[in-house]
């Protein structure tokens, strides 16, 4: 009777287990879920794919050297909706000023929110300013080679893609 007793306690322990962590896989925690970001341009397809962006390249210089140093110190910011607000910013700053820190979020940045932002942006950023350099491509190829379990190759591949088709057009 008493290894009966001992079977079902155990078995009650791995349902329980089993549950919590079913319930845990299917609710996605608060900080991974995706923040919504509003811009005046719309920067994406509302499916989320990445479509090459249309219409008049804006002008880098319209944006002051202070406000982009403010979207630089925003990308650090512990407040998420802040932080994408920066980085999908940053597509629209000189691209000097952009790169370094939009490579640098693509690595390293929170895998959920912050890394497919930063490729929107650096993809932005190429086809609105040029990569003539190659700069750009270096910095999402970066992220192909060295990224870690959590980065979208895929995603990433497809963006370094239309990058690669906007140069052949200049």
Not at 108 to 129: C, F, I, K, T, Y
Request: hydrophobic letters at 40%; charged letters at 25%.
């Amino acid at each position: 009777m008493d290894k009966r007793i001992s079977v079902l306690i155990g078995l009650s322990a791995v349902g329980i287990v089993a549950a919590v962590t079913a319930s845990l896989v299917t609710q996605p925690a608060e900080s991974v879920a995706r923040i919504p970001v509003e811009t005046d341009p719309p920067r994406a397809a509302p499916s989320g794919e990445m479509q090459p962006i249309a219409g008049p390249a804006p002008t880098p210089s319209a944006t002051s050297p202070q406000t982009v140093e403010q979207w630089i110190v925003d990308t650090t910011s512990g407040d998420a909706a802040k932080r994408a607000a920066a980085i999908a910013e940053l597509a629209e700053a000189p691209r000097a000023k952009a790169l370094p820190v939009l490579g640098r979020i693509l690595t390293d940045g929170e895998p959920q929110v912050d890394r497919p932002l930063a490729l929107r942006s650096l993809r932005d950023l190429a086809l609105n300013q040029g990569d003539d350099d190659g700069a750009i491509r270096d910095a999402v190829r970066r992220a192909i080679y060295h990224g870690d379990d959590f980065t979208k190759v895929d995603d990433v591949q497809e963006v370094l893609n239309i990058i690669e088709e906007s140069q052949e057009g200049r």
